[in-house]
């Protein structure tokens, strides 16, 4: 795009007229663009040390979560990346995960009303699986909706999971190669780096380039910063979410607040969100999800949390 476009214009004013603060001035150097042809012994230990401190043992006796989750859109976003940000319907959100399936479904709701998304796996390593998207009952056939839709599922998956999700699932179901990046301060802790190329990548995406910063005296993943390739519009760019205000629940260490940033092409604040509600084992069936609305077991908010 030609940088005397007025919409382009008007986003470069507002990234410079933006409040100077610390990730403005101090932002890491971007992902790596090729890495080692394999994993390194020290990189599968530190991703399998920070899932055990996650808790993986007992996630793996948990048959399915339900969350919900509330949160605030920062200015521009949804006029830099309307496809993605979604702001007419992505204002709180209800979320299932049927855990031995790898099956998420969520039911976001906004001022134009109500998105269900449902989110299938893949079932190999080269398959980049499903998704269904309905707006107000009406399913979306078009590729953008869909592949923004696949995107932020994975993400948010990878968000909440972190490490254990690369750890069991995604390690079963893509092909990953690690290996150590130095160290970092997130927020004043030391984190280890751990670089990740991951193939299918989020959404729809060929592949990914993740860093998952691995704090180095509770080995919780303090932020994840990734590529965004999964979407047409958003193909080329990076950006991170920060994880805080963890809680132990189940056996599992949750994080509660997250904040997610752009990096490039522009340095701007994205979103804020928080995890309002958890419950686990329902014993949801597939059916109760994967439709339109929830159903059955579904339908019942998450607990609130406390």
Partial sequence: MNATHPTRRRLLMASIALPAV????????????????????????LLDESAEAHGLAALALLADLN????????????????????AGFRGGSEERLLLREGLVAQAHTGPSGRKQVLRRPGT??????????????????????RAAAALVVDGYSLFLLGPMLLAKRWAAERSMVMELGGIESVNGRDCDVLRVRLAPG????????????????????????FTLDGLASTAGAIAE???????TLH????????????????????HDWRLTGLDVNRGLDVAE????????????????LR
């Fill in 67 to 86: 969350l919900s989750y509330a949160g605030e859109w920062r200015p521009l976003i949804d006029r830099l990346q309307p496809a993605l940000a979604d």
């Fill in 124 to 145: 190999s390593s080269a398959s980049q699986g499903d998704v269904r998207v309905w707006f107000n009952g009406e399913e979306a056939r078009d590729t953008d909706r």
């Fill in 22 to 45: 610390p990730w403005l001035t101090g932002c890491a150097a971007p992902l790596p663009v090729s890495m080692n042809p394999a994993t390194t012994p020290a990189a599968r230990a």
């Fill in 289 to 304: 999800v994967s439709g339109p609305v929830f159903m059955g077991k579904a339908v019942q908010p998450a607990v609130a």
């Fill in 202 to 225: 989020f959404g729809f995406a060929a592949s990914e380039q993740l860093a998952l910063f691995i704090d180095r005296k509770e080995r919780l993943m303090r932020r994840v910063r």
């Fill in 241 to 247: 979410v920060e994880t805080f205000d963890h809680v």
């Fill in 251 to 270: 056996g599992v260490r949750w994080p509660t607040r997250f904040y997610e940033r752009l990096l490039r092409p522009l340095p701007l604040p994205v």
